[in-house]
């Protein structure tokens, strides 16, 4: 960790809901954050039990080099939770889905990509081709 010491907790309130930066969703807080921040998480007490909503991933600058520390901005856990969906891996957080059945989608989406592609490859050559050219095998 950053000068030899644990992590320290922060404490603050998430202050926005509705940033885009870059045509994605991010979610804003005023808990202290740093360079070095991205990538560890953020949690909201709910219930008497703290519950993890996102994961810190960008600073606001000032003449690009100053940070303001606490306009933090981090990716909010409703696209952790689609992105965990698209790449077939939603058993993370789905109880009624197994890492055996999100393995065997991942497969057949591949298998479907590696058809799509042979396919396009064929059009295309056969389009570069003039007609005295061979078949391809």
Known sequence: CSLLHAPLNT?????????????????????????????????????????????????????????ITHMGYFVPITRIYEWLSEEKLDFIYDKK???????????EIAKQ????????KDQQSQEECPPECPPSP
Do not use: H
């Not at 889905?97 to 497969?107: G, M, N, S």
């Open 97 to 107: 889905k197994t890492p055996a059945k999100c393995f065997t989608e991942r497969v």
């Open 113 to 120: 990509a590696n058809t799509s592609s042979e396919k396009q």
């Open 11 to 67: 404490t603050g309130e998430i202050t926005s809901l509705n940033d885009e930066i870059d045509n994605k969703q991010y979610w804003m807080s005023n808990a202290q954050v740093v360079f070095g921040s991205s990538g560890g998480a953020v949690y909201t007490l709910r219930d008497d039990r703290w519950v993890f909503v996102g994961v810190p991933s960008r600073v606001s600058v000032v003449n690009w080099s100053t940070p």
